[in-house]
Structure formats: structure tokens, C-alpha cells
């Protein structure tokens, strides 16, 4: 058969079947567009997908989200606006309508990969257009938004709630009594009756365990922090303690201790404050109930510094180890007497811990299950500490920022 034969029955046998094998060359490119597409997590490696991932997608993108370099990683960023929940593994939270205020939060790389979500799509659609005219090349939003996501079966968690779990509306109350800790205190002259008046505007209830002493258990809220703190530092200033025999203020800072803000700073008393320092036995302890008090104390920081409570330099940190003292002293449980002074340290420093209670709440540990001791220790209630929590939180989307206490009476 000639050559030409062979090339005329070819083309016959094209032109016969040509649609069948379109529609096969089709079915293959399908075919593999759809290997593609399942291989890299509903992200093709060219720009056919479009600016939107489902709620699906989504999933499987949020299970290699933190894989190391060469991963599936990517900022998942929530653009909604009031805060009305977010989705795992958030990175931030930027309002729809911000972006350009808060360019500089964004991602340095133009072509770093960025996923945006809200409510329903709506703001995030806008977001990234938004986005775009800044030069990212790289960005969707998740289709339908939370939404979406909770249709598909998964999990929003809303944080607002933190704040009434972490300084509950009844406050923390210590199961120990006030007792006659005021009208002893201001016998020995520890505290001045007419410059404590001065400086606190005193209720009734709080005139009465200053004055006349009470059996009601001492509790603190956020309405009566400052008494609380006044009354506990005073009370810590002036009992004998192990921390100032054997920590930095009775060792190496012994010639200084009438300059911490914690001595010096007690202006409340009938003459020099460090005249009253480590000198009553307010509060019974045994030897063995001291040394207790020395191993937490220990381990009790607050986020004004880097000091624990076994140098308590500051007006917290003198309340904080009479609280310490008084749990010890009544032989209540560690457990309990470490929640107790993490409960203290809540109203005092507020923001500082719903920035904790927040790291803890996106790894799924409720505030109530979180271990006391460990939150108190360094890592997260140093001052260090504390500001490393913060920066890798950010911002609280729900709450606007409060100062916080400070170290004078």
C-alpha cells in the first residue's frame, strides 16, 4: 500500500470519529485537572480556581495550614466586623473596611498566600478587591463565609464570653475571713486611718472591715480592687515572713529595701513604711507552713515585671503573698490556693490575662480547665511573659484595651 493510501485513510478515519475523540481528550484533561486539584488541597498550581475556597477546601487547607516550609501555609485573616466569632488557626483580625488603615499588618510578600473570611462573604469579597488594589496577588475568601463553614459542620468559637469566665460578675472570694485584719493593722500604725480614708472612698461594707473587722470572706471584684490590693498590701508589707528573710529583699537588696515601690510606695502608714517590713506575727505560720509559702511564692509572677512573689517589690506583689500567707496559714489546699491568687491577678491585670485565656481558648482548653500553677509561673505572668502572650494573640477583636492596675496606694 502506498504512502499515500496509508495518509488518505488515516485522515478518513479522523474525520469519521473526530467528536468521539474530542470528547475523550476532554475527559483525560478533566480527569487530570481533577488529580491536580485534590493533590493540592483545591489550589491549583495555575490560575484557573478562582478567587473563592469552600468551606471544604478550607478544611483540608487548615490541616497543613502550619507545616513547615514547602507546606500548604498561608494567613487566615477575619475581616468581619463587630466580632461574631472566628474559625481555627486565625491569624488576625483586620475589619473589612480597614485593610488600607492596617496595610502594614499585613503580609510584607505581595505574593504570600492569604485567605480572608466574615460573617456570610459579603465583607470579605470586599476585602480582598480591597486587597488586590494594594498589589496582592495571592488572595480569596471563603465562599458563604462562617456560615458556610458552620453548614459544612464545623466549629466557630466565640471568645466574647472570656471576659465573664475570667473575672466572673461575683468575683473571686477567698475562703478565708477578714477577721480583725484592719482594726489590728491600724493599731500598729501600719495603716494610717485618716490617710487610708483619704486616699480610698470607702462603702459601708469596706468601713466595717477597716474599722470594726468582719467575718465575711474576703472577695474581690471589679469594683473593689483598689481596697482590696491597699488592704492586702499593707497587711503583707508587715508580716513576718520567710520571703524577706531569705529572698532578694532580706539578701542581696537588704540595704535597698526602702526604695521598691512596695515599701517606699506605702505612704498609708503613721511614719516610715520599712519600719513596719517583715515585723508582726499577723498571720500564724509554723516553720513547715513558712517554707510553703517560700516554694509558691516562687512561682507566682505578674506581668508588671519580671519578679516573683519571693521578691515582692511592688504593691501586687506584697498583696499577692498575703493571700499566700492566709491560704497557707488555713491549710487550704496548693490547687486551690494557686486558682485563688490567678483569680486575684485576673482583676488586677486584666487585659494581660484574657490575652491568656484566649491563647488557651483556640487550643480548646476552656479558662476553668487551664492549670493555675502554670499560668502563674513565668511563661505567662512575667512581665516577659505576658507580653509574648500578647504579641502572639494580638489584638482582642471584642474588647477594647483597659490600663490595668498600678503599683501606687
Same mark, same amino acid.
Given at each position: 500500500?502506498?504512502?499515500?493510501?496509508?495518509?488518505?485513510?488515516?485522515?478518513?478515519?479522523?474525520?469519521?470519529? &473526530?467528536?468521539?475523540?474530542?470528547?475523550?481528550?476532554?475527559?483525560?484533561?478533566?480527569?487530570?485537572?481533577?488529580?491536580?486539584?485534590?493533590?493540592?488541597?483545591?489550589?491549583?498550581?495555575?490560575?484557573? &480556581?478562582?478567587?473563592?475556597?469552600?468551606?471544604?477546601?478550607?478544611?483540608?487547607?487548615?490541616?497543613?495550614?502550619?507545616?513547615?516550609?514547602?507546606?500548604?501555609?498561608?494567613?487566615?485573616?477575619?475581616?468581619?466586623?463587630?466580632?461574631?466569632? @472566628?474559625?481555627?488557626?486565625?491569624?488576625?483580625?483586620?475589619?473589612?473596611?480597614?485593610?488600607?488603615?492596617?496595610?502594614?499588618?499585613?503580609?510584607?510578600?505581595?505574593?504570600?498566600?492569604?485567605?480572608?473570611?466574615?460573617?456570610?462573604?459579603?465583607?470579605?469579597?470586599?476585602?480582598?478587591?480591597?486587597?488586590?488594589?494594594?498589589?496582592?496577588?495571592?488572595?480569596?475568601?471563603?465562599?458563604?463565609?462562617?456560615?458556610?463553614?458552620?453548614?459544612?459542620?464545623?466549629?466557630?468559637?466565640?471568645?466574647?464570653?472570656?471576659?465573664?469566665?475570667?473575672?466572673?460578675?461575683?468575683?473571686?472570694?477567698?475562703?478565708?475571713?477578714?477577721?480583725?485584719?484592719?482594726?489590728?493593722?491600724?493599731?500598729?500604725?501600719?495603716?494610717?486611718?485618716?490617710?487610708?480614708?483619704?486616699?480610698?472612698?470607702?462603702?459601708? @461594707?469596706?468601713? @466595717?472591715?477597716?474599722?470594726?473587722?468582719?467575718?465575711?470572706?474576703?472577695?474581690?471584684?471589679?469594683?473593689?480592687?483598689?481596697?482590696?490590693?491597699?488592704?492586702?498590701?499593707?497587711?503583707?508589707?508587715?508580716?513576718?515572713?520567710?520571703?524577706?528573710?531569705?529572698?532578694?529583699?532580706?539578701?542581696?537588696?537588704?540595704?535597698?529595701?526602702?526604695?521598691?515601690?512596695?515599701?517606699?510606695?506605702?505612704?498609708?502608714?503613721?511614719?516610715?513604711?520599712?519600719?513596719?517590713?517583715?515585723?508582726?506575727?499577723?498571720?500564724?505560720?509554723?516553720?513547715?507552713?513558712?517554707?510553703?509559702?517560700?516554694?509558691?511564692?516562687?512561682?507566682?509572677?505578674?506581668?508588671?515585671?519580671?519578679?516573683?512573689?519571693?521578691?515582692?517589690?511592688?504593691?501586687?506583689?506584697?498583696?499577692?503573698?498575703?493571700?499566700? @500567707?492566709?491560704?497557707?496559714?488555713?491549710?487550704?489546699?496548693?490547687?486551690?490556693?494557686?486558682?485563688?491568687?490567678?483569680?486575684?491577678?485576673?482583676?488586677?491585670?486584666?487585659?494581660?490575662?484574657?490575652?491568656?485565656?484566649?491563647?488557651?481558648?483556640?487550643?480548646?482548653?476552656?479558662? &476553668?480547665?487551664?492549670?493555675?500553677?502554670?499560668?502563674?509561673?513565668?511563661?505567662?505572668?512575667?512581665?516577659?511573659?505576658?507580653?509574648?502572650?500578647?504579641?502572639?494573640?494580638?489584638?482582642?477583636?471584642?474588647?477594647?484595651?483597659?490600663?490595668?492596675?498600678?503599683?501606687?496606694?
Amino acid at each position: 500500500m502506498s504512502k499515500k493510501s496509508i495518509v488518505g485513510k488515516l485522515n478518513k478515519f479522523v474525520d469519521r470519529h &473526530a467528536r468521539r475523540i474530542t470528547v475523550f481528550l476532554v475527559v483525560i484533561i478533566f480527569a487530570l485537572i481533577g488529580v491536580l486539584v485534590g493533590k493540592s488541597g483545591g489550589i491549583l498550581p495555575f490560575s484557573v &480556581a478562582s478567587d473563592t475556597v469552600s468551606a471544604k477546601q478550607l478544611v483540608r487547607q487548615l490541616t497543613d495550614k502550619n507545616l513547615p516550609a514547602g507546606g500548604q501555609g498561608f494567613t487566615f485573616i477575619n475581616v468581619h466586623t463587630p466580632y461574631e466569632g @472566628e474559625i481555627e488557626k486565625t491569624d488576625s483580625f483586620i475589619d473589612y473596611d480597614q485593610i488600607v488603615a492596617n496595610s502594614a499588618s499585613l503580609p510584607k510578600d505581595k505574593n504570600a498566600p492569604i485567605i480572608l473570611y466574615c460573617k456570610t462573604g459579603r465583607m470579605s469579597a470586599e476585602a480582598l478587591e480591597t486587597m488586590k488594589k494594594l498589589g496582592y496577588t495571592n488572595v480569596k475568601h471563603l465562599a458563604g463565609g462562617m456560615e458556610a463553614w458552620q453548614k459544612a459542620g464545623r466549629a466557630i468559637a466565640d471568645l466574647r464570653t472570656l471576659e465573664a469566665d475570667v473575672l466572673p460578675k461575683e468575683g473571686i472570694e477567698l475562703p478565708v475571713s477578714w477577721a480583725d485584719i484592719g482594726p489590728r493593722l491600724i493599731a500598729l500604725g501600719v495603716i494610717d486611718e485618716a490617710k487610708f480614708r483619704q486616699a480610698v472612698k470607702l462603702t459601708s @461594707e469596706q468601713e @466595717e472591715i477597716l474599722t470594726r473587722g468582719s467575718n465575711t470572706n474576703i472577695r474581690i471584684d471589679r469594683s473593689n480592687a483598689q481596697f482590696i490590693v491597699d488592704m492586702l498590701w499593707a497587711l503583707g508589707l508587715a508580716q513576718k515572713s520567710v520571703v524577706y528573710d531569705e529572698g532578694p529583699m532580706g539578701t542581696e537588696y537588704k540595704k535597698e529595701a526602702g526604695n521598691f515601690a512596695s515599701t517606699g510606695g506605702w505612704t498609708l502608714a503613721r511614719g516610715d513604711a520599712l519600719s513596719y517590713l517583715n515585723r508582726y506575727d499577723l498571720i500564724p505560720l509554723t516553720a513547715e507552713q513558712q517554707r510553703k509559702v517560700g516554694e509558691i511564692s516562687q512561682n507566682v509572677y505578674r506581668p508588671c515585671c519580671g519578679n516573683s512573689t519571693w521578691f515582692p517589690d511592688c504593691n501586687h506583689g506584697m498583696a499577692a503573698l498575703a493571700i499566700i @500567707e492566709l491560704l497557707v496559714s488555713a491549710n487550704v489546699d496548693e490547687a486551690t490556693i494557686y486558682k485563688k491568687v490567678l483569680g486575684f491577678n485576673s482583676f488586677w491585670f486584666t487585659d494581660s490575662y484574657l490575652y491568656v485565656a484566649t491563647d488557651f481558648a483556640r487550643q480548646g482548653i476552656a479558662w &476553668a480547665d487551664v492549670d493555675a500553677k502554670r499560668v502563674l509561673g513565668a511563661e505567662f505572668s512575667s512581665g516577659q511573659g505576658a507580653a509574648a502572650i500578647a504579641k502572639k494573640v494580638g489584638r482582642l477583636p471584642w474588647r477594647a484595651a483597659s490600663a490595668g492596675g498600678s503599683c501606687g496606694a
